[in-house]
């Protein structure tokens, strides 16, 4: 009888805990975001350490001069440790950075991180977990961006 209950007990746990978890799956999702990257160039207002996302907050002027405030969702500290080897000191407020983003499709100032730069040029984050994509895909944003600020610095 033991062996019996055992085993509908497995069985049930093998059938039912994979459907318990989409919802979890889905949360690491990419649909809230554009396709396509856009730099900005901006100010730390507040660098948020903590999990589940590491939350970069910044402002930029967009096109009228209008100072916007963004949010950018980062990967756990764990990963930017492991990743990038960010540390909770690593931006402060009041820092001039580049931020590369995947905006919201929705519009609103919200955004995934793919990359940041200090405004010197020096990288802070090479690629960011959370921006997602294949390796290749990555590797495309990256090469692209690097050639528009080949062009520019030519230009």
């Known amino acids: 009888m033991l062996r019996r209950s055992l085993k509908i ?51 930029v002027k967009d096109d009228s001069g209008k100072v916007v405030q963004w949010t950018g969702e980062l990967a756990s500290p764990e990963s930017l440790m492991a990743d990038g080897g960010m540390t909770r000191d690593t ?32 990288t802070v984050l090479r690629w960011s977990r959370q921006a997602g994509g294949t390796e290749e895909e990555r590797a495309a944003r990256t090469k692209n961006r690097e050639a528009a600020e080949a062009n520019k610095a030519k230009n």
């Open 91 to 122: 931006l402060k407020p009041g820092d001039a950075v580049i931020m590369y983003v995947r905006p919201a499709k929705s519009g609103a100032p919200n955004s995934v991180i793919d990359q940041i730069k200090r405004a010197d040029g020096t």
């Open 9 to 59: 007990t497995a069985l049930f746990a093998i059938l039912v805990f994979p459907v318990a978890n989409w919802p979890v799956l889905a949360h690491h999702g990419t649909a809230l975001w554009q396709a396509g990257e856009v730099a900005q160039k901006g100010t730390v207002v507040d660098y948020v350490w903590r999990n589940p996302h590491v939350l970069v907050v910044w402002s």
